[in-house]
Structure formats: C-alpha cells, structure tokens
C-alpha cells in the first residue's frame, strides 16, 4: 500500500468522527456555510472550521467556490456518497436495536414499486414472518429508480422492482413473475378498433392515461 495512501486511511480511521457526516451533507444539501450554520444552530465560523478539520483528514479540498455556491469536488462526491450510506447505516443500528428492545427478533426492509402486484408482496410479507415471526417489517414505495439507489445507499435490504432495469454488479437480481401488458379502453372505442388492423396513428391522437414522467415504464413508452 502506498505511504500516501497509508497515511490517508490512518487519518479516517483515527480522525473522522460520524458527527462529521451530517455536516458534510448539509453543505451539500445547503451549497451555503451560513445556510448550514442556520440549519445546525452554529456559528459560521465553527462550520468553516469543522469543514477545515474534515479537509484535513482527507487531505484535500471537498468542496470548491463557484458563482451558485458550494460544489463538490471529485473527492467530495466520492465522501458524500459513503457518508450516506454510513449514516444509513448508523440509522439501521438504532432501529435493529430498538426492535431488540421491543423483544422482535429483526428488521426487513421491502421497497415496492406502486404496480407490484398485492398477491407477490403479501407472499413475500407472509413468507418472511413465517420465517421469523417476531420480524418488524417496512414496506417502501417508489420507482424501479429510486428504490434502486435505497438498496445501494444501504437505505433497503430488498425491493421488487421491474427487471429491465441494469443493477449492476452490486445487485443481485431474481424475476419474481412476467407480467402481461393490457390496454384498457371504453367499448365504444373497443369495438370501433376491432373491426381492423390496428391503426397507430389514431391511437397515437387519443387521450391516454399513462405512468408519471419520471417512472421507467413511462420512459420506455416515450422512446
């Protein structure tokens, strides 16, 4: 291992403190020193220094000055995006050992997609308490997207999601079930387009009721 190298992980090890965490995601949620410093009832000049100390340990500038404020540098973008999953983690070690308390055996995190079909996740919700009964269990909705970042930002333990999507090496995909496209339209309209071919021009000029913008389905559609 080089010294350099070496010598920064002996700076993290022994230096940075989890306190430091929420503060370096606050400049980059804030893009502000006197924002951050409001937000955390301190003093600008104790944020300016904690973020010094912070530069410090990793031996270079996290952030940088531009005319819109505070922006990451690339080592910045790389601690952030650890600092989030430590705190996710931390947050994950407070709730398991508040469900200890509360005499349950653990915790299960689920991520759905709003289309998940309710007999697979009550299957899954069953399959697991009947594993462990004494389970505490959170279901959380989002898109394939979204719930895809929660399982990386250790924020989920699994989700049922579409499977088009490219996880990656990091995520463990299994097809749970196929599901079958189905246009729904009134019989009026029904009956008027069976009588031939399918005629995409006018079906591209009626009035569709389609997923939100920023989901995948709605992507593919759009493409």
């Not at 007999?119 to 389970?135: E, H, K, Q």
């Not at 997207?145 to 049922?160: G, K, N, S, T």
């Not at 189905?182 to 000029?205: F, I, N, Q, T």
Request: with cysteine.
């Amino acid at each position: 291992m080089p010294i350099a190298t070496d010598k920064l992980l002996h700076n993290i090890v022994s230096r940075l403190r989890l306190r430091h965490l929420p503060l370096l995601l606050a400049l980059e949620r804030q893009r502000s020193i006197s924002r951050v410093a409001a937000e955390m009832n301190l003093s600008q000049p104790a944020v300016t220094k904690a973020l010094r100390e912070i530069e410090d340990i990793f031996t270079t500038p996290l952030f940088t000055r531009t005319r819109n404020g505070l922006e990451p540098t690339a080592t910045g973008t790389a601690v952030l995006g650890h600092a989030r999953m430590a705190l996710a983690d931390a947050d994950a070690l407070g709730r398991e050992l508040a469900v200890i308390e509360a005499g349950l055996r653990g915790r299960l995190r689920i991520g759905a997609i709003p289309y998940t079909a309710r007999a697979v996740l009550d299957a899954a919700l069953a399959y697991g308490l009947n594993r462990t009964p004494r389970i505490s269990v959170l279901v959380r909705e989002g898109t394939t997207d979204e719930l895809v970042v929660a399982l990386r930002q250790h924020e989920l333990d699994c989700a049922i999601a579409r499977s088009f999507y490219l996880a990656g090496e990091d995520i463990v995909q299994q097809p749970l079930y196929r599901e079958e496209p189905v246009l729904v339209v009134p019989s009026r309209a029904a009956a008027r387009l069976s009588r031939g071919g399918l005629d995409w021009k006018r079906l591209a000029e009626l009035d569709w009721i389609l997923p939100p913008h920023h989901t995948p389905v709605r992507r593919t559609l759009n493409t």
